[in-house]
């Protein structure tokens, strides 16, 4: 046997190797899928861990059903959350980052420093604070129960806090466009606002993919915040999946059902702005 057709042999064998760990680790990610879907169509009464890696005697979707109907004003909460709340990030981290990276001012680097800051400070840390700056916020604009136990002051404090990561991400990518399309917008008279509107969110896209799915999968699935700073007609579905529990026993079927119905929008998240994650992500890792 030749040099060659052992050396082929040998990747051939290598390639297959990495397939089959591949394979496992498929397979290891999808068991917990596997007993959410199987369990969530069970009925109560087969419902139990000892019967979880069983296949259903009687498939029903009477979990589903109950599990929509507890869930579905924490669904809703959750899309007024996680909605605006990603929008405004984005906006405002796209604007900090253009002006941080192209308008160049004395301090900007400590400025940005500070900014970072920011991405290591605890929930707990500020949750008492917080607290008592939204309850100032109620008596202030005399709106009791919209800043503090609502979902406007959530809305805020996630926005507040996401500042700082999604100006990272927007300062990185928006150092890779070349200066010379900014000098050559204001060669033509356009001044800062016109030169991000026309030249430099045109080209934001995988920045903005990576921002809305960070900020959208934070936001949806928070819940210290939630917890702390909503009452109980604005818990959104984190905490109304966690209420799904039964007095005597636990219904494990509607937890499951549940429980894939609050993750379904973060995957079609990832789904439709995934290609652009790593791209923008990556942006700017070899400058700035």
Not at 114 to 139: A, H, R, S, T
Not at 185 to 193: E, P
Not at 214 to 240: C, E, H, I, Y
Not at 265 to 275: D, E, K, Q, S
Request: hydrophobic share 55%; with cysteine; aromatic share 14%.
């Amino acid at each position: 046997m030749t040099a060659v057709a052992v050396a082929g042999r040998r990747r051939r064998a290598f390639s297959l190797a990495k397939l089959a760990v591949l394979i496992a680790f498929v397979v290891i990610f999808l068991i917990p899928i596997y007993v959410l879907l199987v369990t969530s169509f069970k009925p109560l009464t087969e419902a139990d861990p000892g019967q979880a890696w069983n296949l259903p005697q009687t498939w029903t979707f009477e979990a589903w059903r109950v599990a929509w109907e507890k869930l579905a004003p924490g669904l809703w909460n959750s899309v007024l959350v996680a909605v605006p709340g990603s929008i405004l990030s984005c906006a405002l981290g796209s604007m900090n980052g253009y002006v941080l990276s192209k308008w160049r001012f004395p301090g900007a680097d400590v400025l940005f420093t500070l900014f970072l800051f920011g991405m290591f400070i605890p929930y707990q840390g500020v949750m008492i604070p917080l607290v008592q700056l939204l309850v100032g916020l109620n008596e202030l604009t005399g709106m009791q129960g919209v800043w503090y136990g609502g979902i406007p002051g959530l809305v805020l404090a996630h926005v507040v806090y996401g500042i700082p990561i999604s100006t990272l991400i927007f300062r990185n990518y928006y150092v890779t466009i070349p200066d010379e399309l900014i000098e050559a917008s204001r060669v033509d008279g356009a001044g800062m606002l016109r030169t991000y509107w026309s030249v430099v969110l045109p080209v934001s896209g995988p920045a903005i993919a990576v921002v809305i799915i960070w900020q959208f999968t934070s936001l949806w699935n928070d819940f210290l915040f939630a917890v702390f700073l909503t009452g109980p007609q604005s818990w959104p579905a984190t905490v109304m999946l966690n209420n799904i529990a039964g007095a005597q026993a636990t219904p494990y079927s509607q937890q499951m059902a549940a429980a894939i119905l609050a993750s379904i929008p973060t995957m079609l998240i990832y789904v439709l702005l995934g290609r652009f994650f790593m791209r923008g992500l990556m942006a700017g890792a070899l400058k700035g």
